[in-house]
T-cell receptor
Framework: KQEVTQIPAALSVPEGENLVLNCSFT??????LQWFRQDPGKGLTSLLL?????REQTSGRLNASLDKSSGRSTLYIAASQPGDSATYLC??????????????FGQGTTLQVKP | NAGVTQTPKFQVLKTGQSMTLQCAQD?????MSWYRQDPGMGLRLIHY???????DQGEVPNGYNVSRSTTEDFPLRLLSAAPSQTSVYFC????????????FGQGTRLTVV
């Protein structure tokens, strides 16, 4: 059974710091991995999607990497800002049929960036 | 750009009552799914659909029914609500292929008393 784990569960950093969020998965047979942001009481906003054939994706101050062989993905946030405070979720897409996958989520890392 | 729309945003039910959570998307996505989010449990898949007329169970399907009569809509039905179904429910959609990203609605916060 695929399990997705995110460590740490919570993280507090001062503004301006570079930080890394970790995501690990037990089954390397994934189609892709997606990172989301969730603000309190809100829905999930997609941040980055990495296909299984890719090593990394970048969007602004965010960089996500994927290492299928070791079952790990990281989300790097450069020059963190208070507005980055949120819960970050990773989700691995598993094969259901030859052309369909389902998302398995980690429990998230809650980030607080202090001014 | 409506994306994925869920209604209602909040709901309080009494034990044993029934209700339907609505989900609609305007992106012509074949794949739609329902998740529940509970503290300490993360998001867990309830049911999913790969197209109109096709549905299947996820990890925690008991107590929930779904149907998919159109591409746009994927309602989730609670036939007899129980306090264990108190949760935040999210609907998601994506293209059927395995390489595209999933889009989520804003959620429905359900309390069963």
């Amino acid at each position: 059974k695929q399990e997705v784990t995110q460590i740490p569960a919570a993280l507090s950093v001062p503004e301006g710091e570079n930080l890394v969020l970790n995501c690990s998965f037990t089954d390397s047979a994934i189609y892709n991995l997606q990172w989301f942001r969730q603000d309190p009481g809100k829905g999930l906003t997609s941040l980055l999607l990495i296909q299984s054939s890719q090593r990394e994706q970048t969007s602004g101050r965010l960089n996500a990497s994927l290492d299928k062989s070791s079952g790990r993905s990281t989300l790097y946030i450069a020059a963190s800002q208070p507005g980055d405070s949120a819960t970050y979720l990773c989700a691995a897409r598993l094969r259901v049929t030859s052309n369909t996958g389902k998302l398995i989520f980690g429990q998230g890392t809650t980030l607080q960036v202090k001014p | 750009n409506a994306g994925v729309t869920q209604t209602p945003k909040f709901q309080v039910l009494k034990t044993g009552q029934s209700m339907t959570l609505q989900c609609a998307q305007d992106m012509n996505h074949e794949y739609m799914s329902w998740y529940r989010q509970d503290p300490g449990m993360g998001l867990r898949l309830i049911h999913y659909s790969v197209g109109a007329g096709i549905t299947d169970q996820g990890e925690v399907p008991n107590g929930y029914n779904v149907s998919r009569s159109t591409t746009e809509d994927f309602p989730l039905r609670l036939l007899s609500a129980a306090p264990s179904q108190t949760s935040v429910y999210f609907c998601a959609s994506s293209y059927k292929t395995t390489i595209t990203e999933a889009f989520f609605g804003q959620g429905t916060r359900l309390t069963v008393v």
